[in-house]
């Protein structure tokens, strides 16, 4: 069976400062975010690489050009209305203003810090997939670890999980990424992808500009900016002899349970 790899950004307002007390004005946040986007974008273009987008309908609203021209080469997704505030009504209003300003139909759901919502909530306001979930135990955000580690319906909405590895559950998601060995990355990616015969992965374009002079926890601001471009960069082209790098919505057409 051919392997998939999907990768994709949350695009959102530069925000998590604000969750260790530094609040920034609104402006600063765009700039950080905007900043680590446009090497994601270079990094991408660089590698021929699909990948899929979650913006917030803020930073769409801000950024109307930018994003429009994303989902010329890459799946646009929905990641709530804000980042730091979510009310229900908030699925279908990010949807309708996403669709609004690329002109295209957007079908995947993740919330906001991967924070839980209502499956049928989500199927409701017109979603086909929901990735947020990440199914482990990070101390103080959440556990997981009784929920299934990979792709399963919930009537007609796809639940896709973030990848984590068979047994231990260790979590292949941006946080690893920064803090582990590429070396420890890869061998448990390796092992995921020949388990699932996929793999679903994300980071955020802010950590790929320097975010050092903010007040955070020196696992976050880890390897950011260029080292974690170049982190990256060998990662993704290791990662090209292992599968193909397929949107989420692409994945979800060809998904069907064992």
């Known amino acids: 069976?051919?392997?998939?790899?999907?990768?994709?950004?949350?695009?959102?307002?530069?925000?998590?400062?604000?969750?260790?007390?530094?609040?920034?004005?609104?402006?600063?946040?765009?700039?950080?975010?905007?900043?680590?986007?446009s090497?994601?974008?270079?990094?991408?273009?660089?590698?021929?690489?699909?990948?899929?987008?979650?913006?917030?309908?803020?930073f769409a609203?801000?950024?109307?050009?930018?994003?429009r021209e994303i989902s010329q080469h890459h799946e646009i997704a929905s990641h709530g209305f804000y980042h730091s505030q979510f009310c229900l009504e908030d699925l279908h209003k990010s949807k309708?203003?996403?669709?609004?300003?690329?002109?295209?139909?957007?079908?995947?759901?993740?919330?906001?810090?991967?924070?839980?919502?209502?499956?049928?909530?989500?199927e409701?306001?017109?979603?086909?997939?929901?990735?947020?979930?990440?199914?482990?135990y990070i101390p103080g955000r959440y556990n997981n670890l009784s929920k299934p580690r990979t792709a399963y319906y919930t009537n007609k909405l796809l639940n896709l999980p973030i990848s984590v590895t068979p047994?231990?559950?260790?979590?292949?998601?941006?946080?690893?990424?920064?803090?582990?060995?590429?070396?420890?990355?890869e061998l448990a990616t390796q092992l995921t992808l020949e388990t699932d015969s996929y793999l679903n992965i994300y980071f955020h374009p802010w950590e790929f500009t320097d975010i050092s002079q903010f007040k955070l926890p020196s696992y976050v601001k880890k390897d950011s900016g260029r080292k974690m471009v170049e982190k990256l960069e060998k990662y993704l082209t290791k990662l090209k002899t292992k599968g193909k790098f397929i949107s989420i919505s692409e994945f979800k057409h060809n998904f069907s349970q064992p």
């Open 1 to 37: 069976m051919n392997k998939s790899i999907l990768l994709s950004f949350d695009i959102e307002e530069f925000d998590i400062p604000e969750e260790y007390g530094q609040p920034l004005e609104s402006e600063l946040k765009f700039q950080i975010s905007n900043r680590g986007l």
């Open 39 to 58: 090497k994601i974008i270079a990094l991408l273009e660089k590698l021929d690489i699909t990948a899929t987008f979650f913006v917030t309908a803020n």
């Open 61 to 67: 609203l801000h950024n109307p050009d930018t994003i």
């Open 96 to 122: 309708q203003t996403l669709e609004q300003i690329t002109n295209t139909e957007i079908t995947g759901f993740r919330m906001a810090r991967l924070q839980p919502v209502d499956d049928a909530e989500i």
């Open 124 to 136: 409701k306001a017109g979603y086909e997939y929901n990735s947020s979930m990440n199914p482990t």
């Open 167 to 185: 047994l231990i559950r260790f979590p292949l998601f941006w946080l690893s990424f920064k803090n582990f060995p590429l070396s420890m990355i």
